[in-house]
T-cell receptor, first 115, second 111 residues
Framework: DTAVSQTPKYLVTQMGNDKSIKCEQN?????MYWYKQDSKKFLKIMFS???????INETVPNRFSPKSPDKAHLNLHINSLELGDSAVYFC??????????????FGPGTRLTVL | GQQVMQIPQYQHVQEGEDFTTYCNSS?????IQWYKQRPGGHPVFLIQ?????EVKKQKRLTFQFGEAKKNSSLHITATQTTDVGTYFC???????????FGKGTKLSVIP
């Protein structure tokens, strides 16, 4: 069974459209994240959710909105897509135990192409 | 905010040569993690270092955490084509579990 899954794997869309990417984890983790990886492979954290509460928001445009219906899911909704949004988006999860950071498990990624 | 710098950005080696990537933080880290991302894949956790001066080995990979807990390195002995990929370090500061990733080192191995 896949630990962290994302859908879709590929997303090609026109500028100005609204799209969503879904993420699910079956690890029982309490924290989930969204990362953006650009063409230069830089991994940048966008959001994280801990027990359904947003705890990090790395000043991404408000066109991006994370939505967590429960602690196993963290979806990413993007309004008014722009060319610069083209990237690979990774979902990840972790169990933040005592002592701080724990291992992050990444999903397979969603390659978003905005035309 | 916390910054994690990683060098080099790219490294091309002949198969059998050694490879090292270095990671430096602007602040003291509570721990550092290393991830590997194969071409077309997703980052996969390799190891976590927590203690000052810690050294851990995984077969041909050696990971070090500096005494001041502000730098780390990953050394691969006798590279193989299966080592190809981008290696990321990621650190978090004291009292925080937010990971800051370095920009990664992309390793190419020439057979």
């Amino acid at each position: 069974d896949t630990a962290v899954s994302q859908t879709p794997k590929y997303l090609v869309t026109q500028m100005g459209n609204d799209k969503s990417i879904k993420c699910e984890q079956n690890l029982g983790h309490d924290t989930m994240y969204w990362y953006k990886q650009d063409s230069k492979k830089f991994l940048k954290i966008m959001f994280s959710y801990n027990n359904k509460e947003l705890i990090i928001n790395e000043t991404v445009p408000n066109r991006f909105s994370p939505k967590s219906p429960d602690k196993a899911h963290l979806n990413l909704h993007i309004n008014s897509l722009e060319l610069g949004d083209s990237a690979v988006y990774f979902c990840a999860s972790s169990q933040v135990g005592q002592g701080g950071t724990d291992t992050q498990y990444f999903g397979p990624g969603t390659r978003l192409t905005v035309l | 905010g916390q910054q994690v710098m990683q060098i080099p950005q790219y490294q091309h080696v002949q198969e059998g040569e050694d490879f090292t990537t270095y990671c430096n933080s602007s602040t003291t880290l509570s721990n550092i993690q290393w991830y590997k991302q194969r071409p077309g894949g997703h980052p996969v956790f390799l190891i976590q270092l927590v203690k000052s001066g810690e050294v851990k080995k995984q077969k041909r990979l050696t990971f070090q955490f500096g005494e001041a807990k502000k730098n780390s390195s990953l050394h691969i002995t006798a590279t193989q084509t299966t080592d190809v990929g981008t290696y990321f370090c990621a650190g978090s500061g004291a009292g925080s579990y937010q990971l800051t990733f370095g920009k990664g080192t992309k390793l190419s191995v020439i057979p």
